[in-house]
């Protein structure tokens, strides 16, 4: 059996036991090997200011599936149509729960800012291991700060929308865009850094408005708009960007399972979590549970009050959902308002990522994967937030929105690059926590684990991620043109390529993985 794998603390208790006031003893011990053996051997330099509530309001608006659909359901509209977005749906919400589940059995194990690569440290055999957590490491962070640059975007360009809506005679300049992309993340920033202490408080306001502005967009919807058949929501197919009726289906099905992907950003927050090893695994189920469910009677909302299709679709304000929503009450100021509490969240969730992505990175940073990575694992003494590492990201965030304005198309194609590298980042220690499962090797699970459903949970996990990758690369429409060319697998191998160049020129020689002290012969 690989010695990494006894790092877990054995007879961890149960859920029963933290509740327990004559388990309190045993629940300090787990505190006290949490510095040690759930923190890779450090004490513990964060502030636990986020309790179970206010970091599920975090991990749902952070996700905030339903107004992902809202602000981005027109491609599948164009490949699949409502069958792809209906049934791709629970097809979406089961695939990500397994991903979920797999990924929360692990966080109660070892709930860290880093996640993913440690967990991969845990589970991989030990040749391989620095370097396969070096490059998943890398891949994590580019991944995670891509779709940073993302939501702040749609967050940016929602507001342009309305301004069209508003001002018809308004020119869409893609500068403008590039501008507003950067209010946000200063906002983001500041709260992030000055607003820190009642950054829990921001969250849980969010989360309620999460649920509050769902039921007060849909009411309007439902009592105003004209009405789709059944027929159409649940059986009409559209294949109108080229490919046949099965390709387009499972091209269409990215546009829902986009609104899931990022489901792990409360993980990457467990070192302020309290009482992470059991809190952490159930936010992440509950956060799918709660966003499956509004995201899935969002869609079919949308679906039976669309109104005219080609007139959503091409829409000036580039959002369907503002003409959707001019379409149902025939006022612009309505309209503005619906669309202006779809933005709220979003802004609430650009902190929230921020937050998430920061961590991750001054994770990645502890453990020596950044250049300088001294400089930036540093943890400002007065905020208790790795303020060089929120710096970092917004910097990068200011700097990549520049591509967009030579050419959106080049910045769509590093927003692509999200989703398969999420995926991928998933799919490693699943796989490798699977393989333990099946050679029947022993597994110190935590508090919070899957049982004898673990090995079926695993599997569904892997083989639907498989899919959904095979898919990310294809163009959403054929022939296919410079503009409309997914550039993602070319732009991902290119970053394979220049990690390994790094990895021989740079890694081999500076890097020491995560839970170095802990893999150590002499702390075996």
Request: proline share 6%; with cysteine; glycine share 8%.
């Given at each position: 059996?690989?010695e990494a794998?006894?790092?877990?603390?054995?007879?961890?208790?149960?859920?029963r036991?933290f509740?327990?006031?004559r388990?309190?003893r045993r629940?300090?011990?787990?505190?006290?090997i949490?510095t040690?053996?759930?923190t890779?051997g450090?004490?513990?330099?964060?502030?636990?200011?986020?309790?179970?509530?206010s970091?599920?309001?975090?991990?749902i608006?952070?996700?905030?599936?339903w107004e992902?659909?809202?602000?981005?359901f027109s491609?599948?509209l164009?490949?699949g149509?409502?069958?792809?977005?209906?049934?791709?749906m629970?097809?979406?919400?089961?695939?990500?729960?397994?991903l979920a589940?797999?990924?929360?059995?692990?966080?109660?194990?070892?709930?860290?800012a880093?996640?993913?690569?440690h967990?991969?440290?845990?589970?991989?055999?030990?040749k391989?291991?620095?370097?396969?957590t070096?490059?998943?490491?890398?891949?994590t962070?580019?991944?995670?700060?891509?779709?940073?640059?993302?939501?702040?975007f749609?967050v940016?360009t929602?507001?342009?929308?309305?301004?069209?809506?508003?001002?018809?005679?308004?020119v869409f300049?893609r500068?403008?865009?590039?501008?507003?992309?950067?209010?946000?993340?200063?906002?983001?920033?500041?709260v992030?850094?000055?607003g820190?202490?009642?950054?829990?408080?921001?969250?849980l306001?969010?989360?309620?408005?999460?649920?509050?502005?769902f039921?007060a967009l849909?009411?309007?919807?439902?009592?105003?708009?004209?009405?789709?058949?059944?027929?159409?929501v649940?059986?009409?197919q559209?294949?109108?960007?080229?490919?046949s009726?099965?390709?387009?289906?499972?091209?269409?099905?990215?546009?829902?399972?986009?609104?899931?992907l990022?489901?792990d950003?409360?993980?990457?927050m467990?070192e302020e979590v309290?009482?992470?090893?059991i809190?952490v695994?159930?936010i992440?189920v509950?956060?799918?549970?709660?966003?499956?469910g509004?995201?899935?009677?969002f869609?079919?909302?949308?679906l039976f009050?669309?109104?005219?299709?080609?007139?959503?679709i091409?829409?000036?304000?580039?959002?369907p959902?503002?003409?959707?929503?001019?379409q149902?009450t025939?006022s612009?100021?309505?309209?503005?308002v619906?669309?202006?509490?779809v933005t709220?969240i979003?802004?609430?969730?650009?902190?929230?990522v921020?937050?998430s992505?920061?961590?991750?990175?001054?994770a990645?940073?502890?453990d020596?994967?950044?250049?300088f990575s001294k400089?930036?694992?540093?943890?400002?003494?007065k905020?208790?937030?790795p303020?060089?590492?929120?710096g970092l990201v917004?910097?990068?965030?200011?700097?990549?929105?520049?591509?967009?304005?030579?050419s959106?198309t080049a910045l769509n194609?590093?927003?692509?690059l999200?989703?398969i590298?999420?995926?991928?980042?998933?799919?490693?220690?699943?796989?490798?926590?699977?393989?333990?499962r099946?050679?029947?090797?022993?597994?110190?699970?935590g508090?919070?684990?899957?049982?004898?459903?673990?090995?079926?949970?695993?599997?569904?996990?892997?083989?639907f991620?498989?899919?959904v990758?095979?898919f990310v690369?294809f163009?959403?429409?054929?022939p296919v043109?410079?503009?409309n060319?997914n550039?993602?697998?070319?732009v991902?191998?290119?970053?394979?390529?220049?990690?390994?160049?790094?990895?021989?020129?740079?890694g081999k020689?500076?890097y020491?993985?995560?839970?170095?002290?802990?893999?150590?012969?002499?702390?075996?």
């Open positions: 059996m690989d794998i006894e790092m877990a603390p054995r007879g961890h208790p149960s859920a036991d509740d327990s006031p388990h309190s629940k300090s011990d787990l505190d006290r949490g040690m053996t759930r890779s450090r004490s513990n330099e964060m502030t636990r200011n986020f309790g179970s509530l970091i599920l309001a975090l991990s608006t952070l996700l905030a599936s992902s659909i809202a602000s981005g491609p599948g164009i490949n149509g409502p069958v792809a977005l209906v049934w791709g629970l097809l979406s919400i089961s695939g990500t729960m397994a589940l797999s990924l929360a059995e692990m966080a109660s194990i070892c709930p860290i880093g996640a993913q690569y967990w991969t440290a845990l589970f991989a055999p030990p391989i291991r620095l370097f396969l070096w490059m998943q490491g890398w891949v962070v580019f991944a995670w700060q891509s779709a940073v640059t993302s939501v702040i749609l940016a929602q507001i342009q929308g309305l301004v069209v809506l508003n001002y018809p005679n308004y300049e500068w403008h865009g590039t501008l507003l992309a950067w209010a946000v993340m200063i906002f983001s920033f500041t992030n850094v000055y820190i202490k009642i950054l829990p408080i921001i969250q306001v969010g989360g309620i408005c999460h649920v509050v502005f039921v849909i009411v309007p919807l439902v009592l105003l708009s004209p009405r789709s058949t059944a027929e159409f649940f059986t009409e559209l294949s109108n960007g080229g490919w009726d099965g390709l387009s289906w499972c091209i269409g099905l990215l546009t829902v399972t986009y609104c899931f990022g489901f950003g409360a993980i990457h467990s309290r009482n992470a090893p809190v695994p159930r992440l509950q956060t799918i549970a709660i966003n499956g509004l995201a899935f009677t869609v079919l909302v949308l009050c669309i109104g005219d299709i080609e007139k959503a091409n829409t000036p304000t580039g959002y959902i503002i003409q959707i929503f001019y149902a025939g612009v100021r309505a309209a503005t619906m669309m202006s509490s709220s979003g802004m609430a969730s650009s902190i929230g921020v937050a992505v920061s961590r991750l990175t001054w990645f940073a502890r020596g994967g950044l250049p400089f930036f694992a540093h943890v400002d003494p905020h208790h937030v303020f060089r590492a929120i917004s910097t990068t965030v200011v700097l990549l929105s520049l591509i967009n304005i030579g959106s194609a590093l927003f692509a999200t989703n590298s999420l995926y991928l980042s998933y799919l490693i220690p699943i796989t490798l926590i699977l393989m333990k099946l050679r029947k090797e022993n597994i110190n699970f508090p919070w684990n899957l049982g004898r459903w673990g090995m079926a949970v695993n599997l569904y996990a892997m083989v991620g498989v899919f990758c095979i690369p163009p959403p429409i054929i043109t410079a503009e060319m550039y993602c697998a070319p991902f191998l290119g970053l394979i390529v220049l990690l390994g160049v790094d990895w021989m020129v740079r020689i500076a020491t993985g995560p839970l170095k002290k802990l893999l150590e012969p002499n702390n075996r």
